[in-house]
């Protein structure tokens, strides 16, 4: 029998449950995000696009570019599903590059230039990659890469093919919404990343509920920034939504944010009217608003997403912008990204933020370890299933079987497991409860401790590894490294990690014990380091 008939919920509680508070049916056409963007130009090619610094593109402008590229990738043999890494910082050229590989029917996958070669390398191979893309800046991190990862690679110099001679026409590929879109690789605890594989629909039906929730249908002149890192797949909606929806995309660069008051001068300068930024950004950004007051132009919508929101940020925000929308956003990468929206427009009155409820075309469920539904308000691992639900981790069966199952419920479907604890809210939200594994959060970077201290292991001379994070005050927090051996010093430590990881996975402070400290079942006792971690 499945799995629910053991559950011991009332008819009425499951029928609630499933169906009640299941998003509603909504209507998914057949067709992909970039059809709906070639639409849109079609109807109004002169209309801006997309800007950066002082550049700016309009429709037809940045279509033309996407179909350079689309034909280059074409000419090169690529065919439905085959992945083409974009190495490229963020930029129009970047925007072009990604259009460009959903026009070709490739899948799109983001490289950070700034990346380790191995780790880069490590991608290419996991995903059989063939086509890389890349600049000037780039180049040689993707030659690198290729060679590194023994793959039979062309690597496509981008600022080339648009200076070349390519028809800017659309290659009219039909591609199906059943196609693979997108892969994004994530953390993953035993040491190698996962790639997670979403598909058009699942990207299609996440881009429509952005439109609907963040309020980008049927109006002129919108403008959505563009801050998200290109390895997070937050960074996809922030371009496509508006460029689906007929609005335009502001690039906003990475040295602009971390000035904050840079960001600010952005919104207001570019009539930028939805933005999006990870709590621990909303918090420093609060800090100075509160000390330097300013009015924010047009925004009147504020996405935050990543990670879990402080009821204490909300209140600052509504104290400051009472007009100005907060949208907490909570998904997953391996869920085609968001799946459930909290649109507040002032304070809410319990003492904690909810992460919303189910949206369109998207079942949330509150599961125990055998995938029973757990009675309502009880706390269970969140699962989703419904087009969100992404194809797995590619080239990796064992990890997406794990995350990955039948959906109980609806026979036929899938699921997909988050690893997040929540519980059902009577009105139908959802409270976030944290983590069941040591997954966290870094300014909104996804990270999985144990692929930090599996690399830590493989230095000479490091006996025992363990990272904690320490939390700081407000949303600000800490990766903090302990290891004991003989001979390696912190320093020697941080630079082979930053040899090998992203900035963001390596930890501030390094700290070599004589023994790490262990549990009762001789565990490594992380309390303990955490609480260490605070004081030292
Ligand atoms: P995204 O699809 O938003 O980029 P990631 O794949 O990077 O997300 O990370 C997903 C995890 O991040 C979730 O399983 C959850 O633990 C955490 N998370 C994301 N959004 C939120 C939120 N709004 N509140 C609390 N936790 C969140």
Redesign the pocket.
């Known amino acids: 029998a499945p799995h629910h008939r053991r559950s011991l919920l009332s008819d009425a509680e499951m029928e609630t449950q499933l169906y009640r508070l299941a998003g509603r049916r909504a209507e998914l056409p057949r067709t992909t995000f970039h059809e709906l963007f070639e639409q849109r130009v079609r109807a109004d090619p002169a209309r801006p696009a997309a800007s950066h610094g002082p550049a700016t593109l309009t429709y037809g402008e940045l279509n033309a570019r996407a179909n350079r590229i689309a034909h280059a990738l074409l000419a090169a043999g690529l065919t439905a599903e085959a992945p083409v890494a974009v190495v490229l910082d963020r930029t129009l050229d970047w925007l072009a590059a990604a259009l460009g590989v959903f026009k070709a029917g490739g899948v799109y996958l983001p490289v950070r230039p700034d990346f380790p070669a191995d780790r880069v390398a490590a991608q290419l191979e996991r995903s059989e990659c063939r086509f890389v893309l890349a600049e000037p800046g780039s180049d040689d991190l993707a030659r690198a890469a290729v060679a590194a990862a023994g793959v039979d690679a062309a690597v496509l110099s981008v600022p080339g093919l648009l200076a070349g001679a390519g028809p800017g026409t659309d290659p009219g590929v039909p591609v199906a919404p059943e196609q693979a879109a997108y892969i994004?690789f994530?953390s993953g605890s035993t040491g190698a990343p996962k790639g997670?594989v979403c598909e058009h629909a699942g990207m299609l039906n996440h881009l429509l509920m952005k439109i609907e929730d963040m309020g980008l249908a049927g109006r002129d002149g919108e403008v959505v920034t563009q801050t998200a890192s290109q390895c997070?797949?937050?960074s996809l909606w922030q371009f496509a939504a508006p460029l689906m929806a007929g609005g335009s995309v502001r690039i906003v660069d990475t040295e602009v944010l971390l000035s904050v008051g840079g960001f600010l001068d952005e919104l207001t300068a570019h009539d930028v009217t939805v933005a999006q930024v990870v709590p621990s950004y909303l918090e420093v950004m609060l800090t100075h608003l509160e000390q330097w007051p300013r009015p924010l132009g047009r925004l009147r919508s504020l996405s935050?997403?990543?990670?879990?929101?402080k009821l204490e940020l909300v209140q600052r925000w509504f104290a400051a912008y009472p007009q100005i929308a907060l949208v907490?956003?909570?998904?997953?990468?391996?869920?085609s990204?968001?799946t459930?929206h909290e649109i507040l427009d002032r304070a809410p009155e319990r003492d904690f933020v909810t992460?919303g409820t189910s949206r369109r075309n998207i079942n949330t469920y509150v599961v125990d370890e055998n995938l029973a539904l757990v009675p309502l308000g009880s706390p269970g691992e969140?699962a989703f299933s419904g087009v969100c639900v992404g194809r797995g981790y590619i080239n990796d069966e064992e990890r997406t079987r794990q995350a990955f199952v039948a959906d109980p419920f609806r026979p036929g479907t899938r699921m997909y497991r988050?690893?997040?604890f929540g519980r059902w809210l009577p009105e139908g939200r959802i409270e976030?409860l944290g983590?069941r594994d040591e997954?966290v959060?870094i300014r909104?970077?996804?990270i999985e401790i144990g692929e930090i201290e599996n690399k830590l292991l493989t230095f000479p001379g490091v006996r025992e590894s363990a990272v904690v994070i320490d939390d700081g005050a407000g949303q600000m927090r800490n990766l903090v490294a302990f290891y004991s051996g003989d001979g390696p010093a912190p320093e020697q430590l941080r630079d082979f990690l930053a040899g090998l990881l992203p900035e963001y996975m390596v930890p501030t402070y390094f700290h070599g014990l004589d023994q790490l400290p262990l549990t009762e079942n001789g565990k490594i006792d992380k309390k303990v380091l955490k609480r260490l971690a605070g004081t030292l």
């Open positions: 994004y994530t997670a997070f797949d937050i935050v997403t990543g990670e879990a929101l907490n956003a909570y998904g997953a990468t391996e869920v990204d968001d459930m992460v969140i988050t690893g997040d976030f983590r997954q959060k909104g970077f996804r």
